[in-house]
């Protein structure tokens, strides 16, 4: 019996590459008539960066203009996201259809990724690789690399093409 693909998760750092990617993503979906769940994370800032602010910033304003650029990127990212996505969709039948949600979640992007992942019940999970070593075979990157041994569910990595 072969699985049945319902939903996708399209997992993306928001590089050159995504269209590319996003576009396999998109393929799955139309073959399998299934769902794409978006999905970027915002990894944190680190405690040696945020002990760096508060030497010139108290705590508190520190904690306060943080929280509100936090929520300001994550909001233009997922505007990025949803743009991504109505760029890539026109002229597809159906494709208001094709994603059915997009999220931007803090936390350090694979363990987001995973989480959602296992929140949305993905059947799969697709994400692009780009490095390369100097006689060319393929090394992933780490966020890819903590995804393939972590995953509960099948990842399809996409090598994105230089430039």
């Not at 993306?12 to 299934?34: C, D, E, I, S, W």
């Not at 999905?39 to 304003?61: A, D, F, N, W």
């Not at 743009?83 to 949600?101: A, I, M, N």
């Amino acid at each position: 019996m072969l699985p049945k693909i319902k939903t996708i998760l399209f997992a993306t750092g928001l590089g050159p590459g995504t269209p590319y990617v996003f576009r396999y993503a998109m393929t799955l979906a139309l073959q399998h008539q299934a769902k794409i769940v978006a999905v970027h994370g915002i990894e944190p800032l680190s405690s040696y960066g945020q002990s760096l602010v508060e030497q010139y910033i108290p705590h508190e304003t520190s904690d306060k203009m943080h929280s509100k650029a936090r929520e300001s990127v994550k909001a233009k990212l997922k505007e990025q996201l949803e743009q991504l996505c109505q760029e890539e969709c026109q002229g597809t039948p159906h494709y208001t259809d094709l994603v059915s949600s997009i999220r931007v979640a803090e936390g350090y992007p694979a363990q987001v990724i995973l989480e959602v992942a296992l929140d949305c019940s993905a059947d799969i999970i697709v994400m692009g690789a780009h490095r390369h070593t100097v006689v060319g075979e393929v090394m992933v990157g780490s966020t890819t690399r903590k995804v393939l041994h972590r995953a509960t569910s099948p990842v399809f990595v996409v090598k994105i093409p230089k430039g």
